[in-house]
């Protein structure tokens, strides 16, 4: 075991080599371009490829291509560099080529606020390139989870075929706390399921349990990989909607059938709680600040952190029927706050949303529980 | 119709139950891919690790037919695919085939980048002088006054010369060849695939459905014959010389092949010395 001074970004490069990342393809963007500096000193020493790349576009290009080619792979970028990676993320996604991306989000739109804070890119996370999918995403709140959950990130996109994204935000990024990097056999790693027939008896889409084996470049499988609709050889069949139908639907649920696996919530004084406080990142360590005051006051408050946003734990949610009031506190004007409504019902929502450039303060955050507190 | 022959020589490398292929009757792809296998045939790559790699629109196809490891991505960043690819896995031979609004319009950035870095893979361009999957606008390389569906008065645009973008960016290995040049262009493929460094090869190819019959150029064969009439091969000249316009000589031939350190090699250095 390992004690270590990090920062979010420092200590998320250093994740992506603890699970195995060799392969990084980035460009420079503030606040995430320490994780590309970090990379460009560090790969090299493990025998890693870093590459800086002439755009976000070849970026997101580089990393398929970089996993299809054997490797873990990953990117790390902001807002602006995201939106230009949601081309390839769909690739991605269609070809089911694991890789992790890094959104380390600063406040927007367009170029914003580029050095301070914002949590606005939670829904394009998901939605973000066109057609159906599912994505998954997750979000750290401190330094050692930067590490910890970009670990995480590899495992699962290895395990789910899928490009997952670390959706860090530029406090946590440029916050240095104390990490703890776990000796190397304490470090859980999940690599991608191989072929077990032999080429001529492999169909590379073909899956039984929704995540079909990986047959990289130069294994001798011959396998024909493209972002066309495709059956379960790789063929493409553009023209067919029952394989369209197959294909999506199987894409879609690979993640959403496993969102109980995947789940990954912080419950803090929640037993007896009459409100909770919903938030993500950074926010959350003011809100559980918040809740620490409240309960000294006597009030039935708790928090309910997300460190996986997507898949969102409706289940959860819908099970949570002793809560009156959900207080969802975010750096943007309302996103997560719409998918708590959806599963427990506006009129038990409440959004205490600000627009980006700070995050909140454990007062600000009182101060809305005192309200919502009258209002019950 | 009598059956004169089950198998062609080439199947091995092709996917056999993917043919028949998309392309047009006239259409030049079909040539340029035959001489890409009959290339193959006559090296010693072993094809468990050559892969190819494609972008979007009729050239973009090539990826499915060849019975290799292939990648058919998003449209212009086929290059940046290859070049994790290739660095991920030094072990392959990368080849990129794709069309020229795919590699020179919306991936025209990425060329550029990856022949100043000397990447090591082929690129292979089947340049039609037009977006021909999309019905017939009007390309980087359409020649100026050229009539396309999007522009109906002629080409006001000055298009690339695609030989002098890559010589300029930095490729090793730069040639151009037309569809009728089979045995030439085969023999330059030979030497790309063979060439360490990011190699380059134009191939002007005749599209008669969607190019070709806006511009007095109505079947694949009256193309064939423009080639023939109109080619002149220099090898060796520079090609910013080498500018297409309508109804001049297409110069043709190999312009480029000097040797440079590849990033590859560099970055496996580097490699080394970081972890002394």
Redesign the interface.
């Known amino acids: 075991m390992q004690v270590k001074f990090y920062s979010g970004n420092i200590a998320c490069a250093e994740g992506a080599i603890a699970a195995g990342c ?2 990084f ?1 980035g460009y420079p963007i503030t606040p995430s371009s320490e994780i590309a500096e970090h990379m460009a000193l560090r790969l ?2 493990v ?3 870093f ?1 800086q ?3 976000e ?3 997101m ?11 873990k ?1 990953m990117t790390a970028t902001s807002g602006p560099g995201f939106s230009l990676m949601q ?2 993320i ?2 991605g996604a269609m070809t089911e080529t694991p890789c992790v991306v890094v959104n380390v989000q600063r406040a927007g739109p367009s170029t914003g606020m580029p050095t301070l804070v914002g949590q606005a890119d939670v829904m394009q996370a998901r939605w973000g390139s066109h057609g159906d999918y599912e994505i998954i995403a997750l979000s750290p709140s401190s330094p050692q989870e930067c590490f910890d959950l970009t670990i995480r990130a590899f495992n699962l996109a290895e395990e789910y075929r899928v490009p997952v994204i670390v959706l860090m935000d530029e406090s946590v990024s440029h916050m240095f706390e104390k990490v703890i990097i776990p000796p190397k056999e304490k470090i859980r790693i999940v690599n991608r399921k191989k072929p077990r027939v032999p080429p001529d008896e492999f169909l590379p889409y073909k899956a039984d349990d929704f995540i079909p084996p990986m047959a ?3 294994e ?9 609709t495709h059956d379960e050889k790789g ?2 069949q553009a023209t067919s909607p029952e394989v369209q139908e197959r294909l999506v639907r199987r894409l879609c649920d690979k993640i959403r059938k496993n969102e109980r696996k995947m789940r990954d919530i912080e419950e803090y004084e929640m037993e007896d709680a009459e409100i909770a406080i919903v938030s993500f990142g950074t926010t959350a360590r003011s809100a559980k600040a918040a809740v620490k005051f409240a309960r000294k006051k006597g009030y039935k408050v708790g928090l309910i952190r997300l460190k996986t946003i997507w898949p969102f734990p409706d289940e959860y949610f819908e099970s949570l029927d002793g809560i009156k009031k959900f207080l969802v506190v975010e750096v943007n004007y309302g996103q997560i706050k719409l998918e708590v409504e959806r599963n427990v019902g506006k009129n038990r929502v409440e959004l205490l949303p600000k627009m980006g450039g700070e995050i909140h303060t454990p007062e600000e955050i009182y101060k809305k529980i005192r309200e919502v507190l009258q209002w019950k | 119709m009598e059956i004169v022959a089950k198998n062609h020589p080439l199947d091995k490398y092709l996917r056999t139950d993917r043919i028949p292929h998309i392309w047009c009757p006239g259409c030049g792809l079909g040539t340029v891919l035959n001489c890409f296998l009959h290339a193959l045939e006559e090296t010693d790559i072993d094809l468990k690790n050559l892969a190819i790699v494609s972008g979007i629109g009729c050239t973009g196809r090539v990826a499915g037919y060849i019975n290799v490891d292939s990648y058919h991505t998003t449209h212009g960043r086929a290059i940046p695919f290859a070049t994790g690819l290739k660095l991920a896995n030094p072990k392959l031979k990368v080849v990129v085939f794709s069309g020229d609004g795919d590699l020179f319009a919306i991936g025209g950035n990425h060329f550029i980048h990856a022949a100043r870095r000397n990447i090591d893979m082929t690129v292979i361009c089947v340049n039609n002088y037009n977006y021909g999957m999309t019905g017939g606008q009007l390309g980087p390389t359409t020649p100026l006054d050229a009539r396309t569906t999007t522009s109906p008065y002629g080409n006001i645009e000055h298009p690339f010369n695609l030989c002098h973008v890559a010589a300029a960016s930095g490729a090793v290995y730069v040639a151009r060849w037309t569809a009728l040049h089979v045995r030439r262009l085969k023999e330059s493929m030979k030497e790309a695939l063979n060439k360490k460094g990011f190699s380059f090869i134009e191939v002007i190819a005749s599209c008669p459905t969607t190019y070709g019959r806006r511009n007095k150029m109505p079947t694949g064969l009256e193309t064939m014959k423009y080639y023939k009439e109109h080619s002149v091969i220099k090898h060796g000249i520079d090609p910013s010389k080498a500018d297409i316009e309508i109804g001049k000589d297409i110069v043709v031939g190999k312009f480029v092949d000097i040797e440079k350190p590849t990033f590859d090699e560099a970055v496996h250095e580097l490699i080394k010395k970081a972890r002394k």
């Open positions: 060799r392969f393809a090299p020493q025998g890693g490829i590459i790349m002439e755009d576009l070849a970026s290009a580089a990393i398929l291509g970089a996993s299809w080619g054997g490797a792979a081309e390839n769909g690739l990289c470049a130069g001798g499988y011959s396998v024909h990989v493209t972002g066309l063929y493409p």
